[in-house]
């Protein structure tokens, strides 16, 4: 019970950041990513402020033996580059770049009734259901 209290506060202060900083404004996203028209630098420095306590928490986890709510960390991720990673990537990338929204966002955005959130979110949704056959189809090999 604690770990989802932890999980509910911390998910409603990320919310209450990226509304703060303006995240959840597709405009101000896609000002971000226009670097030869009105660009906005203003994601910079949320980015910026996010690596900061990222870094300090990584540097606390590295001298824990285990985490406070749970019995252990996970596994590393992997380092490899590789054709699911750059795909993904470049899907991603694509999807912010039109949409003007992220994940992490688009749930925030929720919370204000936009239907280009709720869209968005929609179509995360097809996207994150089709991508385990669509992976498993592109993995088999060809005759």
Known sequence: MRRQIAS?????VFGIGLTLSGMTDTAKVQGWLDIFGAWDPTLAFVMV????PMALAWWIA??????????????????QVGPD?????????????LAGLC?????????FGGTGGL??????LAGMAAAPSLRARLARPTL
């Open 62 to 79: 590295a001298r824990m033996d285990k985490p406070v709510l749970g019995s252990s960390f996970p596994p590393a991720a992997g380092t």
């Open 49 to 52: 402020g996010a690596i900061v």
């Open 85 to 97: 990673l750059i795909i993904g990537s470049v899907l991603f990338g694509l999807g912010w770049a």
């Open 8 to 12: 509910l506060i911390a998910g409603g």
């Open 119 to 124: 869209m968005f979110l929609a179509a995360m």
């Open 103 to 111: 994940p992490g966002p688009a749930l925030a955005s929720l919370s």
